[in-house]
């Protein structure tokens, strides 16, 4: 065991969960790369969980970040902040909600926090609709709504939740049927539900799940949710921690794969936009936004550093296309794991859209998760260069591919070559 | 284009001409630099002949104005060496009846090649000699340079095929010559079959290794238009000299260009390339194994690989080009002559052929959603000799299924063991005893009126769907009973009762017989 693993171990959390058995610290990177203390150059394929959104050590961030820090780091949201209004307008703008307002916090789970706040104050109601094999966070309210026993610590809550049907495709009850039927069905079991219950304050959903392992429903599920939620004024959070900024390639949200009836009342994102720096957010209609009526200011959210990130991040990301980017070289690389898949029996589904994409393993011949097999993948594309990440629901076991969106061809197809290797050696 | 053409005699040269032999030159200084090239030959006695040179001449000179004065001599071979003349040539004699010891120290030390001629002849001889040498040459330069241009023009307008062009600049080079892309993919060649296999042979190393070095006669020369390069030419060991190579690469260089901007485009060169070598694959004209290296050259890994054959009915082989990079599967597609795309696979020995190909054949339909593309495969072959029968057997499949895969129902890959009856039929149809066996089961129909003939396609489906009558109609879009007419129609024309097993069975193999004549 290295010194810093012990070292770790004796003063971390054991419930912090490390990747391989020799667990690595990377000390650099650059671009699609970076390096560990072995010495070792890998290609990264996570992005320390999709948040190297552009790439690593990106010159124009960190240009950005250099000269932020040499004028003032912080002066929470008392004072006036130039970077931070800034970078609230230019994501107003490119929510696609109507008379949007954007509040910064430091995390996806604060954001979604703060988006539950919300609705349960907007809509006086303490009742919430989540998704089977969702994930929203970690604090003590979102570990709440969390549909996935595995990242699920406690069942106190302050919250009611309901799950609804449909966040997963090829499992479930409903898998057998047509997209069409798939959502009718999904709709009808929502409509059942409704007539059972005291009227929620909300739905919230990931329009691709991440940690339930890049699962999703067919696009326009959640705008066929959207009218009969609509008859009852529930609200509808998107929860576009994974899936915004383009990395889905076709959309630059995920709710846009469901945008026929309208865009979201509330939208939570973080992750990517600061490029590794903390920056999470909810941008919300204003009514929903301003129905507090109580102070909330948010120390940390918004400060002066990880928004003169976040403004060279995104700006680098508009200005070359990355959502673009994401759907060609995505289109590729997803192209090319299927067909790898097609010969091993080990693997059950290749799934996702842009870098966002999912590879189920399971017991050759049964559906049954084979987590042991995920690990040796896992492994094996570490030993080869390659880091991957791993999710998936209860039963099920799955490696997660989320690349920096300026991955090009070559690497794309190195890196599908490196899986194409992994995945041959393990039954 | 620029030509870097710069037609001149080096040094040694002019040394091995019989005129200066005969006057016995010795070398005595610069002996490392006798490969400069000589521009021009120059006769100078004026101490200060420095100023009246513009670099590259041979200076000849008997040294009458330098003896007896040591520094005179070193400022002398200084002021040539500062003018970057090629060489000095001293003519003993009255002045130096030895070579001079200061001149030649002062010579080596520039590194100016000095020469001393034992036995001086009149030095217009020489000057004359070498000029109408140098003059000859370049003269020659120009007017290959304008024969090669006036040939390839000449080709270019009359719509000459690529490999015209290549075969012209062959017979010009006396070498091979090699048209490549850019990833050093063979696209085609013209010169003397074996040398080129020679060539070929060991292209992958050959094509990298010899990058920039142009030594050993491998003269390249860049294609690019509008600012990008795509390809390049290479001539392979040529003999003359290396400007007039460089000429001539540069010259086919233009005409290639010129031809691809009139006539298409740079990929259509890399799929004639590959049709070639798949339609001479499937005709077994020549040997598979002769056609390795051109295989190998062409960018198909060969070593220790296991060969899919397939082939595809109606398939645009730009298309299926593009999903085999989508899939990063390696092969060569192209169209053969009877509108169907052949494609071969070049597998690892590890990936599992069956399921690839039947993934890549899925991946077609799913991108035209509307017509099931189907994929005609012959087994996996393990050795390269195979191939050809592969290519065959898959076009065999995809002719015998060829037109009725709608009512058949086929899955997305096809092999030999799903064309049952139908592959048996089309091999026979070239047997007279079928042939009459066909028309004369047929007779009622193919000899009846217009509205007679019509009923032809009904029969088809009819017995393709194994008599299926719903399916049939629906296929047809008539009513039921509208086809049972027909049918009605048919049976009397044919005098059969379609209903009895072995007279429906004769009809069927007829129509095959009938059908595989078709085409």
Partial sequence: MSDLYARHKAVLPDWLALYYKDPLEITHGEGRHVWGDDGRKYLDFFGGILTTMTAHALPEVTKAVTEQAGRILHSSTLYLNRPMVELAERIAQLSGIPDARVFFTTSGTEANDTALLLATTYRRSNQILAMRNSYHGRSFSAVGITGNRGWSPTSLSPLQTLYVHGGVRTRGPFARLSDADFIAACVADLKDLLGHTRSPAALIAEPIQGVGGFTSPPDGLYAAFREVLDEHGILWIADEVQTGWGRTGDNFWGWQAHGHSGPPDILTFAKGIGNGMSIGGVVARADIMNCLDANSISTFGGTQITMAAGLANLSYLLEHDLQGNARRVGGLLIERLRAVAAQLPVVREVRGRGLMIGIELVRPGTDEAHPDAAAAVLEAARAEGLLIGKGGGHNTSVLRIAPPLTLTVSEAEEGAAILERALGSVH | ?519
């Fill in chain 2, 1 to 519: 284009m620029a030509t870097a053409l710069e037609p001149a005699l080096s040094v040694r040269q002019v040394l091995t001409l019989d005129r200066v032999l005969a006057g016995e030159p010795e070398v005595v200084a610069g002996a490392g630099h006798l490969d400069r090239p000589v521009r021009w030959v120059h006769v100078a006695e004026a101490p200060d002949v420095g100023v009246m040179l513009s670099g590259g001449e041979m200076v000849l000179t008997t040294g009458v104005l330098l003896a007896g004065d040591e520094h005179k001599q070193t400022e002398y071979i200084r002021s040539l060496h500062r003018a970057e003349a090629a060489a000095v040539v001293l003519g003993l004699g009255r002045a130096f009846p030895v070579p001079p010891d200061v001149m030649r120290r002062a010579a080596e030390r520039c590194g100016l090649p000095m020469v001393v001629l034992h036995r001086p002849f009149p030095f217009a001889e020489l000057t004359e000699e070498v000029q109408s040498r140098l003059v000859r040459r370049k003269f020659a330069a120009v007017s290959l340079s304008e024969s090669v241009r006036t040939a390839l023009t000449g080709l270019i307008t009359a719509c000459a095929p690529l490999q015209g062009l290549l075969d012209e600049i062959a017979v010009h080079a006396g070498c091979p010559v090699i048209l490549t892309n850019l990833a050093h993919r063979v696209l085609a060649t013209a010169g003397e079959r074996s040398a080129v296999d020679d060539v070929l042979r060991d292209w992958e190393r050959i094509a990298r290794q010899a990058g920039g070095s142009e030594g050993d006669g491998w003269v390249r020369a860049e294609l690019s238009g509008g600012g990008e390069r795509w390809g390049r030419i290479v001539l392979c060991g040529y003999r003359g000299d290396h400007p007039i190579g460089r000429l001539l690469a540069e010259r086919g260089a233009e005409a290639l260009v010129l031809h691809r901007m009139l006539h298409g485009s740079a990929h259509s060169w890399e799929e004639q390339s590959a049709r070639g070598l798949l339609t001479d694959l499937v005709s077994g004209a020549v040997p598979a194994r002769q056609l390795l290296p051109r295989a190998r050259a062409a960018g198909l890994p060969v070593n220790r690989r296991t060969f899919v054959p397939l082939v595809v009915r109606d398939g645009d082989p730009v298309h299926l080009d593009r999903v085999l990079r989508l899939l990063g599967l390696s092969g060569l597609v192209a169209e053969l002559a009877d509108g169907a795309a052949a494609v071969l696979l070049s597998l690892a020995r590890d990936q599992d052929a069956e399921s690839l190909t039947a993934h890549f054949a899925a991946r077609l339909r799913t991108e035209h959603q509307a017509g099931g593309t189907v994929v005609a495969a012959a087994d996996a072959r393990a050795a390269w000799e195979e191939v050809p029968e592969g290519l065959r057997e898959a076009r065999h499949v995809a002719d015998a299924v060829a037109d009725h895969s709608a009512a058949l129902d086929l899955p997305p890959v096809v092999r030999l063991r799903d064309v049952h009856l139908r592959g048996l039929v089309r091999l026979l149809r070239d047997d007279p005893h079928v042939q009459s066996f066909a028309e004369r089961e047929l007779d009622g129909l193919l000899r009846g009126r217009e509205t007679e003939q019509e009923l032809l396609p009904v029969l088809r489906t009819y017995l393709a769907t194994g008599r299926n009558k719903s399916r049939t109609a629906q296929l047809h879009h008539v009513s039921r009973p509208a086809l049972y007419r027909r049918l009605e129609a048919i049976q009397a024309c044919l005098g059969v009762d379609l209903d009895d097993f072995e007279q429906a069975a004769s009809v069927h193999i007829a129509l095959l017989a009938h059908d595989a004549q078709q085409r």
